[in-house]
T-cell receptor
Framework: GAGVSQTPSNKVTEKGKYVELRCDPI?????LYWYRQSLGQGPEFLIY????????DSGLPNDRFFAVRPEGSVSTLKIQRTERGDSAVYLC?????????????FGNGTRLTVT | EDQVTQSPEALRLQEGESSSLNCSYT??????LFWYRQDPGKGPEFLFT???AGEEKEKERLKATLTKKESFLHITAPKPEDSATYLC????????????FGKGTRLSVIA
């Protein structure tokens, strides 16, 4: 079946611009997660949704980052006034529930480059 | 603060040369320990979940084990297609906390 889909796969933007990254989770998965991965590092948690609401946004680095999931399915990660330090691969994952025994299924990520 | 340390950072093996990857963790009560495989340009792919010390899980040439302080991923007679980065992650036993990942071990298996 279809996995987690992320678009675009690559995004190059100029410093100071606004970007949106989209995540289409596996159908029926209620929990959705955003992670960020820099080169040579493991994924770093940003935010997770249970349904439409953000259940934990403690990983968002500052108020330039925002994410929504208005209908409990597709999610968009929004970054305002991008900085070169925002360059990374942004990974989205979904799971059947947020229960501990429900593994995360990841998409292939969006590689964001801020010039 | 929950922490995950993986060693070695990189490992190069000849085809058929068995070895183990280590994941040491500190967490305020372990709910689960997860192993993922990540190929270049791809997202992590789930391999195993371990919940309690003494537990073992196997899949093809991979076997994961868990103690109270660390987990090992044993690779028996590896093949070149096992080359990837292997990530370890923990989830703490306090509400629905997110997974905390280590930096991974980059495995190369040479034919």
């Amino acid at each position: 079946g279809a996995g987690v889909s992320q678009t675009p796969s690559n995004k190059v933007t100029e410093k100071g611009k606004y970007v949106e990254l989209r995540c289409d989770p596996i159908s029926g998965h209620t929990a959705l997660y955003w992670y960020r991965q820099s080169l040579g590092q493991g994924p770093e948690f940003l935010i997770y949704f249970q349904g439409t609401g953000a259940a934990d946004d403690s990983g968002l680095p500052n108020d330039r980052f925002f994410a929504v999931r208005p209908e409990g399915s597709v999610s968009t990660l929004k970054i305002q006034r991008t900085e070169r330090g925002d360059s990374a691969v942004y990974l989205c994952a979904s799971s059947l529930s947020s229960s501990y025994n429900s593994p995360l299924h990841f998409g292939n990520g969006t590689r964001l480059t801020v010039t | 603060e929950d922490q995950v340390t993986q060693s070695p950072e990189a490992l190069r093996l000849q085809e058929g040369e068995s070895s183990s990857l280590n994941c040491s963790y500190t967490v305020s009560g372990l709910r689960g320990l997860f192993w993922y495989r990540q190929d270049p340009g791809k997202g992590p792919e789930f391999l195993f979940t371990l919940y309690s010390a003494g537990e073992e899980k196997e899949k093809e040439r991979l076997k994961a084990t868990l103690t109270k302080k660390e987990s090992f991923l044993h690779i028996t007679a590896p093949k070149p297609e096992d080359s990837a980065t292997y990530l370890c992650a923990v989830q703490a036993d306090s509400g629905n906390t997110p997974l905390v990942f280590g930096k991974g071990t980059r495995l190369s298996v040479i034919a």
